[in-house]
């Protein structure tokens, strides 16, 4: 009984590198969901999905990408890594009518 | 679009005293609430959820949170704080006509003097 499953856990990048964030639920739920968190702020979302194959943007997309193709996988691509991304990224996934269950977190540094 | 506002960025209480975090709104519809706490370091766990119903609702770790359409509230009670409830809490608010998508507040978090 995982839940929702995040790697890696800690991550330092260089800027312009790329590297996925790994998202995978074992819950059989349709809706996934990227998040970031600053320090001191509240969760800010960067893209979203209702089901495989099917992807959306949130409120903060630029410089990230997602796919979609299972039920399980929700990865989280960062193409060129800048200085404003570091944060900490949590995944996290539903559906509708239950409560959401989020991942413990990658926390992205890029230096 | 949806928003989440937390007054409250700090908050200390004495343990065994009770404590209020404040929570309002915006949303065209009738939402689905949240409230979530997060220990340093750690994810986000869900305190309890509005959907329909009862506007009293329960949760976990003796947490209540009543939802007060009228004032566009969902503020969350406890009787006695422990020192284990010092963490920051997020309310959020779900989109139902979207995806579900979460808004968040930005946060409060509790601090608790012995």
């Known amino acids: 009984n995982a839940g929702v499953t995040q790697t890696p856990k800690f991550r330092i990048l260089k800027i312009g590198q790329s590297m996925t964030l790994q998202c995978a639920q074992d819950?059989?739920?349709?809706?996934m969901y990227w998040y970031r968190q600053d320090p001191g702020m509240g969760l800010k979302l960067i893209y979203y999905?209702?089901?495989?194959?099917?992807?959306d943007k949130g409120e903060v997309p630029n410089g990230y990408n997602v796919s979609r193709s299972t039920t399980e996988d929700f990865p989280l691509r960062l193409e060129l890594a800048a200085p404003s991304q570091t944060s900490v990224y949590f995944c996290?996934?539903?559906?509708?009518?239950?409560?959401?269950?989020f991942g413990s977190g990658t926390r992205l540094t890029v230096v | 679009a949806q928003s989440v506002t937390q007054p409250d960025i700090h908050i200390t209480v004495s343990e065994g005293a009770s404590l209020e975090l404040r929570c309002n709104y915006s949303?065209?519809?009738?939402?689905?609430l949240f409230w979530y706490v997060q220990s340093p370091g750690q994810g986000l766990q869900l305190l309890l959820k509005?959907?329909?119903?009862?506007?009293l609702v329960q949760g976990i770790k003796g947490f209540e949170a009543e939802f007060k359409r009228s004032q566009s509230s969902f503020n969350l009670r406890k009787p006695s704080v422990h020192w284990s409830d010092a963490a920051e809490y997020f309310c959020?608010?779900?989109?139902?006509?979207?995806?579900?998508?979460?808004?968040f507040g930005g946060g409060t978090r509790v601090l608790v003097k012995p």
């Open positions: 509005y959907f329909s119903g009862d506007t």
């Open positions: 949303y065209g519809a009738t939402p689905y």
């Open positions: 959020a608010v779900g989109d139902r006509a979207a995806g579900n998508k979460l808004t």
């Open positions: 999905s209702v089901g495989a194959g099917i992807t």
């Open positions: 996290a996934s539903t559906n509708p009518g239950d409560g959401y269950t």
């Open positions: 819950m059989n739920h349709n809706y």
